[in-house]
Structure formats: structure tokens, C-alpha cells
């Protein structure tokens, strides 16, 4: 079709060009004989104006012209007169792909709610809200490559059918081919062995066991993928369908984990500034919850360190009255999270030295005997965002570990060969992809950061 993108022509467009735009509708209006149409393409959060007089052909189409509709527009570019916008497009031809009948098409012109929009999920990236926030993703996962590509880092894929639980925390969906009106039994319940793979399958909760075996061969890797959850959590930052980051370096301890999740984080935040920042200005105008200013500021600025037990005692501290308990060796409530980065850090802070028993069998005792080489990032308004440890390299102590946290050895002996086989320190992190959107975008609600966003009791298409 030779169309040109709107976003492109309003950044190298020359006037006097001849064009040919496609596009959806946004608004159309009329003055003194000439309509206007508001075009707009998805390539930007702006719209391209184009100008119909009277005397063109394309003038009678525009009774079928209406919010929503798919068309294709050809013309001359224009500089506009108008304030607000370089160009405008003077329209000698106008050819209609799709209605959008005026009496049933659910975006009209006036603001709906994120509740209502995420009833028509199919329709809602049309919206300038949605527009913005999946172009965000889209920059944000463009520049996690970048980050990961440009540091030497090899993007490897690991399983979504997995037969492991690497967080060791059961909150998985099963994977089977099993007739489930009449499944064969054994004694012990449910005959796995006869399902498809011949033992009992999952969906993955996080490819960090299988990025750990391509790290101890390829140096330094990096997974970014989907993984499952079937915690039953209806809040407003948790998905059942996630997609994760996760890095994994070899020769590496704690502090090199850090560093690299603060990097990794801080060259996010600037990226989204370099290649989005009118969506982000967007974003702060109507929903006031992110800002350009914040952005930068996070893009400059280091992180807070505390330890969990110095958490502890800044919490124990607070007059603020919390709901859960708090007390050494329970884990930190998202409440107790807010506390920390709000009140006490005024921003992202990374919690050191979690005691084992609140934390995954994986990660290294420390000399203490009583916490493990954990590191969790938190961050305003969203708490967690970052989950990352050293992982246990020594045999006998993972495996008085995994004895300790019940963790059945048959699935994992794999895993213990790393440790039989060369071990070597190493470490890395998860980076929850929606929770990153979700911040950088200051979306209230993590649901609004997926296209079709999976939750207890919810999945539409
Ligand atoms: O802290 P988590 O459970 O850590 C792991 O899965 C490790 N295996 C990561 C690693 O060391 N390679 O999860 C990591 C991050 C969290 O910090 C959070 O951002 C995100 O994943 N996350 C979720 N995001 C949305 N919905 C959920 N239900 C999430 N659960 C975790
Ligand atoms: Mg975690």
C-alpha cells in the first residue's frame, strides 16, 4: 500500500510530499466546509490531521468516516496552521476498509474507565492510555536486549513445560494430556506416569534452574520469557502469566548481582526517556502517577542498601500501625515493602540477608548459619520488583538445603551435577517485566500493563 506511518511523517515529513496514510479514525468534525479527521496509526500517541474542503472527491465519503473506522487517506502535506502540530495532510482521496457504526462501537470520544476498558481488551490499545503503555513495553523490552546484548550476554530459552518447581513453592499449573473425567490412579493418587511426558509436567514459575546449567557453560545469560503462577492473589500486582528477566553470571557473588540489577534498572528508566518520553508525558498528564522528573532521577540515582534484620528494626521503629506482624524471620507483607522504600528510603532500596527459611532452597548460606545471600529490590508504590540471589555452589550444603526445605531430590539431580561438575559461584536475579512497566508507566494496576492479562477467575480470548 506505500503508506507511511504517522510517527514518521511527523518527524521527516517535507512539505509539498504527496502521501498516503492509513489509519483508525479518532474524531472527526466540520467547520465552514472543510471536515477535519483525527488519524491516528498506533506508531505514535499523536494523531495526523487530515483537511477534506468541500471540493474534494474524498468529501463524500466522510458520512461513513466515523470514530473508529479503518481508512486510507491520500494527499499533500501541509505545514499546519494550526497550533500544536507541524503537519496536515490536504485529502484528494479516501477509501473506507471498515465501519464503525457511530450506534454500537464502544470507543467513543468521551474517557472510559480502566475497569470499563479492561471488558473490551480487544479494543482498548486504540486508546491514546493503552497506545502509550504498549509502546512503553515495547521500548522497555527493546532495551533489555540492548542492555543484556551490549554487556555480552547470551540470550538463551529455557523450557515453559518444565517437570521442576524452581521456586519450591507449589504454586504451579499442571501440564497434562490426562483424561480428566476418569484419570488412571495409583496408590498414591493420580498415575502420572501414564500422562504425556510420563511424569507429572508443569508450566514454568521461572527458567532460573535451566538458566543456571547454560551460565555454568556459557559465562553469563540471560532468559526473558513467560512464566505461571497459580498463587491465588487478586491484587493489583500480581498475574498469573508473567514475563520474566533473568539473568545469570558466572563467577559472580552478591555484590556483582546487585550492581548489575541497579544498572540494568537505571539504564531502563533512561531508555524509556530517550524513546518515549512523550508517552510518559502523556502518562503523567492524565494519570498522574509517573513523571518525566521521577524517571530521570531514577536513571541517576543509586540505590539504598539495608539489610533484612536493619529492616526489621526500621520497621519495629514505625509509629505506623501495619497489619501483619513484624518480627525477625517473617517475611516482609507489601505494606511493610511501601513502608521501607516511602517512608524510610524515599525510594528504591535493595534488602540484603533475608533469613533462609523465608527464602527459595537455591540461594547461599551465609557464614551466619541463619540468613542466605538473598537481594531483593524494592521500589515505590510497587514493592518487589527484583528477586535475585548467589546461588548455593557448595554440594553438601545445598543438598542439607533442600533436605531441610523438603524438596524431592529425584527431578533435581541434574541440578546437583553443576555443583558434582566444575561449580563455581555464581548469581543472578528475576525482573518482573509487567511490575517494571507497571512502575515506569505508574499504571495502578498491573492488568493494565498485559494485553490479555491472566488472574484468578479472569482470561478473556
Ligand atoms: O522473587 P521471584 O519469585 O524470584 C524468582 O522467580 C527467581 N527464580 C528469580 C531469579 O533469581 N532468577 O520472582 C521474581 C520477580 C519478582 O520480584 C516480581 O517482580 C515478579 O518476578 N513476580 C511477579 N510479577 C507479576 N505477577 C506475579 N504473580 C509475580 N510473581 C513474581
Ligand atoms: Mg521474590
Redesign the pocket.
Known amino acids: 500500500m506505500k503508506r507511511l506511518k504517522v510517527k514518521n511523517i511527523l518527524s521527516d515529513g517535507n512539505a509539498g510530499q504527496a502521501i498516503t496514510v492509513c489509519g483508525w479514525v479518532r474524531t472527526r468534525r466540520e467547520s465552514r466546509g472543510i471536515a477535519f479527521i483525527a488519524l491516528n496509526d498506533g506508531s505514535a500517541q499523536d494523531t495526523l490531521q487530515l483537511v477534506i474542503a468541500e471540493t474534494s472527491p474524498a468529501f463524500q465519503k466522510l458520512t461513513r468516516c466515523n470514530t473508529g473506522a479503518a481508512i486510507k487517506a491520500t494527499g499533500i502535506l501541509k505545514e499546519s496552521p494550526a497550533q500544536g502540530q507541524k503537519f496536515e495532510v490536504e485529502i484528494s482521496e479516501i477509501e473506507i476498509f471498515g465501519d464503525a457504526d457511530p450506534a454500537s462501537y464502544p470507543l467513543q470520544k468521551k474517557g472510559h474507565t480502566l475497569e470499563f476498558l479492561r471488558e473490551i481488551g480487544h479494543l482498548r490499545p486504540r486508546t491514546n492510555t493503552f497506545g502509550a503503555v504498549f509502546r512503553v513495553r515495547n521500548i522497555l523490552a527493546e532495551a533489555v536486549h540492548e542492555f543484556f546484548q551490549g554487556r555480552g550476554f547470551v540470550w538463551v530459552h529455557t523450557p515453559v513445560i518444565t517437570a521442576s518447581d524452581?521456586?519450591g513453592?507449589g504454586d504451579l499449573f499442571t501440564v497434562t494430556t490426562l483424561d480428566l473425567e476418569k484419570p488412571p490412579r495409583d496408590n498414591n493418587g493420580i498415575d502420572f506416569s501414564q500422562d504425556f511426558f510420563g511424569k507429572r509436567a508443569y508450566l514454568t514459575?521461572?527458567?532460573?534452574l535451566e538458566?543456571e546449567f547454560l551460565a555454568m557453560s556459557l559465562g553469563d545469560v540471560y532468559t526473558f520469557g513467560p512464566?505461571f503462577?497459580a498463587?491465588n492473589?487478586n491484587t493489583t500486582?500480581?498475574?498469573?502469566e508473567?514475563w520474566?528477566i533473568?539473568p545469570?553470571m558466572a563467577f559472580a557473588d552478591i555484590r556483582d548481582d546487585m550492581e548489575l540489577a541497579e544498572n540494568f534498572f537505571r539504564t531502563l528508566c533512561g531508555k524509556v526517556l530517550e524513546k518515549g518520553e512523550s508517552e510518559i508525558a502523556f502518562l503523567e498528564k492524565f494519570y498522574k502517577n509517573t513523571s518525566i522528573s521521577e524517571l530521570k532521577n531514577l536513571s541517576e540515582k543509586s540505590f539504598v542498601h539495608i539489610t533484612y534484620t536493619e529492616a526489621v528494626k526500621e520497621l519495629e521503629k514505625a509509629t505506623e500501625k501495619f497489619e501483619f506482624p513484624v518480627k525477625w524471620g517473617l517475611d516482609l507483607q507489601s505494606e511493610h515493602e511501601r513502608y521501607l522504600t516511602d517512608k524510610v528510603c524515599k525510594g528504591p532500596v535493595i534488602v540484603t540477608d533475608y533469613p533462609k527459611e523465608i527464602k527459595?532452597f537455591y540461594m547461599r548460606m551465609n557464614d551466619d548459619g541463619k540468613t542466605v545471600a538473598a537481594m531483593?529490590?524494592l521500589v515505590p508504590k510497587i514493592g518487589?520488583?527484583?528477586?535475585?540471589?548467589q546461588r548455593e555452589e557448595r554440594l553438601e550444603a545445598l543438598t542439607e538445603r533442600m533436605s531441610q526445605s523438603g524438596i524431592p531430590f529425584e527431578n533435581v539431580e541434574w541440578y546437583l551435577d553443576l555443583r558434582r561438575f566444575g561449580s563455581a559461584p555464581h548469581a543472578?536475579?528475576?525482573?518482573?517485566f509487567?511490575?517494571?512497566v507497571q512502575y515506569i508507566t505508574g499504571m495502578h494496576n498491573?492488568r493494565d500493563v498485559i494485553p490479555c492479562p491472566r488472574a484468578p477467575q479472569t482470561i478473556k480470548f
Open positions: 524452581c521456586e513453592a514459575v521461572s527458567g532460573q538458566a512464566t503462577r498463587e492473589s500486582r500480581h498475574l498469573s508473567f520474566m533473568e545469570e527459595a531483593d529490590v518487589e520488583i527484583i528477586g535475585g540471589s543472578g536475579f528475576g525482573l518482573g509487567e511490575r517494571l498491573i
